[in-house]
């Protein structure tokens, strides 16, 4: 048997191919939109992808499932679990298998046995491997995909918080108290291949490790550790973070079937003109992905700066709307994987692409940068609007007793003060230089956010 994995650190997103080395044939598990790295890798192996399984219809990315199917004709395995409302609906006219509990499938040699584990979602599947070809009689591991993660346990809040079912996460936190106790009847020593690690909105606390086992599980994950129900719902739906908006767009896409990506070359900007002319169209976004230490020294009037690191889909997926078209402003050794990060969260309006170059000689804005102290002198100013753009758990361990708390995800849209100079702050330094670029696209010309954020503001209380 061959196997790999793959991990996308921009969503902290794990793909998995298992060949038989017997037969040449291969799958994918829980394949991403950009697959090619993976058919490579299959190929260099003597390989032949001849397959792809979803764990469940994904809410944080574009499932490449559907892509795999139409332009290189693999069988999709998909699951049958769920109600009427979680139900694929692109399958017609191709090869896919519908799976449910108990379902058995094989790749070559390898065997495959459906586990229906409900709790993420009602449709959640796992998958249990067994090694046929190398001898095996009984499964060497299982792939959880969002069911158990390295120390967590996937969040059931998604479908209330992202896609506005009522009453969906109770009733899910309840199934994923039941999906475990049949986990932990499992043997301790199958290895546990699970859809996300830390960094992931997935889950609460998903450990940075990449792989598991059954008994380290249910030994040192919290949510093995509570066998009451009750307690077990209470703690899983408390302090959950954020659930980005786009998660909806993406159960909605994944569900009816995202769009055939065809490669179509985007147009690179030519002139400074061109670039003003785009950003003053209507419903046309500028998005600024050079480093916060470049661009705050200068950023075209009406753009968002959002730094193309592990943070940027994560961001992106928040803040650009999906009606949006996007003008990128990107170094050309990076428009490519920029294109591939927004297509994977299937952010696809892409008009064209401007190098910083082209920002020269334009009219531009920019924000300041205050030390914690100066942050401080400038809060005593009665003219002064404080924003915390942290997240709810930071906020609650502590803020500062002037601020206001306006989250990051939703600082487009938010109610502010418009005859106030802006102060703005986060934990770090690098939410707060995004946000600060959001309010300067809003038009606030004072704007001006604190370097290295609450982590340095409670460094110097505490030397003091």
């Keep these: 048997m061959f196997f790999k994995s793959f991990t996308d650190e921009n969503l902290a997103q794990n793909a998995y191919l298992i060949g038989c ?11 991403p939109r950009e697959f090619d790295h993976i058919l490579k890798a299959a190929e260099k192996e ?3 992808v001849t397959a792809a399984a979803d764990t469940h219809i994904h809410a944080d990315y574009v499932s490449g499932a559907r892509q795999l199917a139409v332009q290189h004709g693999v069988k999709l395995y998909l699951s049958d ?27 070559g040699n390898i065997d495959f046995e459906v ?44 479908l209330e918080k992202a896609a506005g079912i009522g009453g969906t996460a109770d009733s899910g936190a309840r199934d994923m108290y039941r999906s475990i106790q049949r986990f932990k009847e499992l043997p301790d020593h199958l290895i546990v291949w699970p859809g996300h690690g830390a960094g992931s909105a997935c889950g609460k606390s998903l450990g940075a490790v ?31 973070p954020e659930a980005p908006v786009y998660f909806a767009e993406m159960k909605k896409m994944n569900k009816v079937g995202p769009a055939i990506l065809k490669g179509e070359k985007i147009d690179a900007i030519a002139s400074a003109v061109e670039l003003e002319a785009l950003e003053a169209q209507e419903r046309v976004v500028v998005l600024d992905v050079r480093p916060a230490s470049v661009a705050d020294k200068g950023l075209l009037k009406g753009s968002i700066n959002i730094p193309f690191n592990k943070s940027f889909t994560n961001w992106a997926g928040w803040l650009i709307k999906y009606d949006e078209k996007i003008v990128v402003i990107a170094d050309l050794g990076e428009q490519a994987e920029v294109r591939k990060a927004l297509q994977s969260i299937g952010l696809d309006t892409i008009i064209a692409f401007a190098d910083p170059s082209l920002l020269e000689g334009l009219e531009l804005v920019a924000y300041g940068t205050l030390a914690v102290s100066a942050f401080l002198d400038d809060m005593q100013d009665e003219d002064t609007f404080v924003i915390d753009v942290r997240n709810d758990s930071e906020w609650n361990k502590g803020h500062l007793e002037e601020a206001n708390h306006l989250f990051l995800g939703k600082l487009r849209t938010a109610e502010i003060p418009t005859d ?20 300067k696209a809003r038009g606030f010309e004072t704007v001006k956010h604190m370097a290295g954020g609450y982590n340095a503001y409670s460094a110097e209380q505490s030397a003091n």
């Design 210 to 240: 990449p792989i598991s086992t059954v008994g380290y599980e249910k030994q040192f994950n919290w949510a093995f550790q509570i066998n009451d129900e009750e307690s077990f719902v209470e703690e899983l739906l408390n302090e959950q």
């Design 81 to 107: 679990e769920g109600d009427e409302n979680w139900k694929y609906g692109y399958t017609d006219g191709m090869d896919a298998e519908l799976v449910t509990q108990g379902t058995k499938f094989s790749i």
């Design 420 to 439: 106030k100079k802006l102060l703005v702050h986060c934990q770090s330094g690098a939410r707060s230089a995004i946000a600060s670029s959001i309010l």
């Design 21 to 31: 080395q017997r037969t040449g044939e291969s799958i994918i598990i829980d394949p």
């Design 115 to 158: 586990w229906h584990t409900p709790g993420h979602t009602p449709e959640s599947i796992s998958f249990l491997l067994t090694d046929r070809g190398g001898g095996a009689t009984d499964p060497m591991g299982i792939f959880t995909g969002d069911f158990v993660f390295v120390g967590d346990v996937g969040r059931p809040d998604l």
């Design 46 to 48: 003597g390989l032949h």
